[in-house]
């Protein structure tokens, strides 16, 4: 079970709302795989997503590239993880992260497809792709958690 869902972000604002619509979409469980280059706007959209649970200023949510990983507290918990300094799967499963289906949070991965490997099946992929203007967002979900948050993020949006 694959859908998938392109929408282009021409400013900064337009991830701001996908953020925020995602964030709305997080439930326990929901692993949301962020891939994109340096600068494509994962930790942007993060922040977003972050923000608009209630519990944390947008500001407050920071790029987690050298703490690894960083806990938000909210009506639904999230742990926002950043890959890009793990080796590989292995380095991921062995900092406890895994195995993620049974997390009582939703979790946020940046550099997702470092870590594919370690990642549940159903996962909500979010690939961000510079573009002109802005950026362009490629929503691809694998299962039934992850077509439900596609589903609700579409609706909202
Ligand atoms: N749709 C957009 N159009 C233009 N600029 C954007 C858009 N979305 C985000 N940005 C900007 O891109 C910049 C980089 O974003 P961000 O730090 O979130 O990238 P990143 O993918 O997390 O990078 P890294 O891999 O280095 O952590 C930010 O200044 C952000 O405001
Ligand atoms: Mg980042």
Redesign the pocket.
């Known amino acids: 079970m694959t859908a998938a869902w392109t929408l282009d972000?021409?400013?900064?604002e337009?991830?701001r709302r996908l953020g925020q619509a995602l964030g709305r979409a997080l439930r326990p469980g929901l692993v949301v795989a962020?891939e994109?280059?340096?600068?494509?706007?994962?930790?942007?959209?993060?922040?977003a997503a972050i923000a608009a649970l209630g519990q944390v200023e947008e500001d407050d949510v920071v790029?987690p590239?050298f703490v690894i990983a960083a806990e938000y507290p909210g009506t639904r918990e999230v742990l926002h993880v950043?890959a890009?300094r793990l080796a590989g799967p292995g380095a991921f499963v062995d900092l406890g992260f895994g195995p993620l289906e049974a997390c009582a949070r939703a979790v946020i991965i940046?550099?997702a497809d470092r870590v594919a490997a370690a990642l549940p099946g159903d996962r909500l992929t979010v690939r961000?792709a510079h573009a002109d203007?802005?950026?362009r967002a490629t929503l691809e979900a694998s299962g039934p958690s992850s077509t439900a948050a596609l589903e609700a993020v579409r609706a909202a949006l």
């Open positions: 972000l021409p400013d900064a337009a991830t962020l994109g280059d340096l600068g494509a706007g994962k930790t942007a959209l993060t922040k790029s590239t950043d890009y940046e550099w961000l203007p802005g950026r």
